[in-house]
T-cell receptor, first 110, second 116 residues
Framework: QKEVEQNSGPLSVPEGAIASLNCTYS??????FFWYRQYSGKSPELIMS????GDKEDGRFTAQLNKASQYVSLLIRDSQPSDSATYLC??????????FGTGTRLQVTL | EAGVAQSPRYKIIEKRQSVAFWCNPI?????LYWYQQILGQGPKLLIQ????????DSQLPKDRFSAERLKGVDSTLKIQPAKLEDSAVYLC??????????????FGDGTRLSIL
């Protein structure tokens, strides 16, 4: 069974620090990778997608993919209290559905 | 661009009753998904439509859940009869293309269902 694993947290970081969120997946035959942010009581919101090995930067967010080690991470620089949310990692396997992890809860403290 | 529309936002019913949810995807999106998200878990796919055809319904409890997308645009998801374990948020998502593509999925606000 293809799985996506995340530490549920909470991950607590002070305001202005770098938050590092990690995700591992079980199958090498993966196609694309997504990070969604979900505020409490709200729906998931896409913040990053990454398809090839290496880093992809978008503003304060950087996604990192290492297919050989089967992990994908999300770095949030200059963390703000508004970044406090649950971050869902999702992996799209070839010819299959999008599989979500259980999410990591991030708390940015003042 | 208007997002994925869902209704109702909240629904409270008693067990063994029936309930229906509605979803209208982003204009032009051929693929529509229904997910169930139980508190503290990630979304779990229930059913995926490509236009008006079902692509994947392997995790849909077909004895009580049904879904349709008759004209390839909006969709309804029904539960009949509801059980206590169906209490969850039901999310609809859409994307430009389906299984073979890398297109990201965009979610609606969801329907929060409580079973008493």
């Amino acid at each position: 069974q293809k799985e996506v694993e995340q530490n549920s947290g909470p991950l607590s970081v002070p305001e202005g620090a770098i938050a590092s969120l990690n995700c591992t997946y079980s199958d090498r035959v993966s196609q694309s990778f997504f990070w969604y942010r979900q505020y409490s009581g709200k729906s998931p919101e896409l913040i990053m997608s990454i398809y090839s090995n290496g880093d992809k930067e978008d503003g304060r967010f950087t996604a990192q993919l290492n297919k050989a080690s089967q992990y994908v991470s999300l770095l949030i620089r200059d963390s703000q209290p508004s970044d406090s949310a649950t971050y869902l990692c999702a992996v799209k396997y070839i010819a299959s559905k999008l599989t979500f992890g259980t999410g990591t809860r991030l708390q940015v403290t003042l | 661009e208007a997002g994925v529309a869902q209704s109702p936002r909240y629904k409270i019913i008693e067990k063994r009753q029936s309930v229906a949810f509605w979803c209208n995807p982003i204009s032009g999106h051929a693929t529509l998904y229904w997910y169930q998200q139980i508190l503290g878990q990630g979304p779990k796919l229930l059913i995926q439509f490509q236009n008006n055809g079902v692509v994947d319904d392997s995790q849909l409890p077909k004895d009580r859940f049904s879904a349709e997308r008759l004209k390839g645009v909006d969709s309804t998801l029904k539960i009949q009869p509801a059980k206590l374990e169906d209490s969850a948020v039901y999310l609809c998502a859409s994307s430009l293309e389906g299984t073979q593509s890398n297109q990201p999925q965009h979610f609606g606000d969801g329907t929060r269902l409580s079973i008493l």
